[in-house]
């Protein structure tokens, strides 16, 4: 057993010697597709990043905006949505930011898709009920029109998979705190 662990570790050491002399960085990844991987998985997170912060900055100066989307649904007592409008927007903000600095990739990750999860289930409690509301996703001044629930739950399905994505194979180049 410590002879074939020996012999790994000798071979891993051998690899590594050689792919330093050819001049291959030993970090870069080995394939076509790990770079392709890489380079999907970097703008998930970057994109994701940058979704969070513009969604939550929308937010911030328009709490009664927001408290009146909130209220909308129709799930919450005046007062809650009153709170939720000032945490919402500050938490989307912190979130989008540790993606974009690489800090806690995947726990951030997960902490999206709850996010996600949470929206979908207000979003499908609307939509079953029949309320015909904007749903406050990105600007509540953007539209006092209601947004078809449907098209946004299938669109915050799509970011819990490309989220799923990046937690798989995070991208942590450039990132503070993987």
Request: glycine share 8%; aromatic share 8%.
């Amino acid at each position: 057993m410590t002879t074939s662990v020996n012999m790994a570790e000798q071979s891993a050491e051998q690899s590594a010697e050689q792919s330093v002399e050819s001049g291959a960085d030993p970090v870069a990844p080995s394939s076509t597709r790990d770079r392709i991987l890489d380079i999907l998985s970097a703008l998930v997170r970057f994109g994701l990043g940058l979704m969070w912060v513009y969604s939550g900055s929308t937010k911030l100066g328009n709490l009664m905006g927001v408290s009146q989307n909130i209220a909308a649904y129709e799930i919450f007592t005046l007062e809650w949505s009153q709170y939720l409008a000032q945490v919402i927007g500050p938490l989307e903000i912190a979130g989008g930011l540790m993606l974009l600095l690489g800090i806690k990739i995947r726990e951030s990750g997960w902490v999206s898709i709850g996010v996600l999860v949470l929206f979908i289930i207000g979003l499908y409690s609307a939509h079953a009920r029949g309320l015909e509301i904007d749903c406050g996703c990105f600007d509540p001044t953007a539209s006092q029109e209601p947004s078809n629930l449907l098209m946004v739950i299938a669109r915050d399905v799509v970011l819990i998979a490309v989220t799923l994505f990046m937690i798989w194979r995070p991208y942590t180049r450039f990132a503070v705190y993987p």
